[in-house]
């Protein structure tokens, strides 16, 4: 007697979709243990028949590595800026990275502290060209020259203040003043 037929020998639609499925599974194990036999029949590694590259090839990657600096490129950028000898101080910056603008305050040769914006006038001939994190650039006859915050002190401390004393309620001793009023007091009686 076979399971998914009926009395005349047919196979009904559930048997049929259930020996499609056993056919499928049969056929994707199959598939599997050929891959596996190839695998073990052609040993190789991760990548392939590798070899190694000529001596020539390592040696100019290694004088690659000996001219190239990661951490301070400075090929196809501009040199960096010299520190300017201006009678200038910078006391504060506004640093816009969005877009590109900002403003410092600066204090001037006469002692006086004024704020100026990307590309102002600081002095006749220089003008405020960057704002940076800690900096500026400022341009002076077409060249770059750079103003630091002064950090060679640290900034003073803030102390809160010291709490102050409260003052003693006037002295029962004393009459009131005329036009104060009295204290009531209760009886303990």
């Known amino acids: 007697m076979r399971l998914w037929s009926d ?33 073990l029949a ?3 590694g991760p990548v392939g028949d590798w070899r190694p590259v000529a001596a020539g090839a390592a040696s100019a990657g290694a004088e690659v590595l000996r001219t ?56 006749p001939g220089v003008t405020l060209a960057e704002v940076g994190f800690d900096s500026i650039t400022v341009r002076l006859g077409g060249r770059a020259e750079q103003l630091f915050l002064d950090q060679s002190s640290p900034a003073p401390s803030v ?19 005329p036009g104060e009023a009295q204290p009531v007091r209760a009886n303990a009686t």
């Open 7 to 39: 009395s005349s020998g047919r196979l009904d639609r559930s048997g049929a979709l259930l020996l499609a499925a056993e056919l499928l599974l049969l056929a994707l194990i199959a598939v599997q243990a050929a891959r596996l036999v190839w695998l």
């Open 42 to 44: 052609t040993p190789r």
């Open 68 to 123: 190239f600096d990661p951490f301070f490129r400075l090929e196809g950028a501009p040199a960096p800026a010299v520190v300017t000898s201006l009678n200038l101080r910078l006391f504060g910056v506004r640093e816009d990275r969005a877009t590109g603008r900002g403003a410092a305050i600066i204090g001037l040769p006469d002692g006086t502290q004024r704020s100026f914006a990307v590309g102002e006038e600081i002095l």
């Open 159 to 177: 102390s809160p203040a010291a709490p102050q004393p409260q003052t003693a309620p006037p002295a029962a001793s004393q009459p009131p003043a």
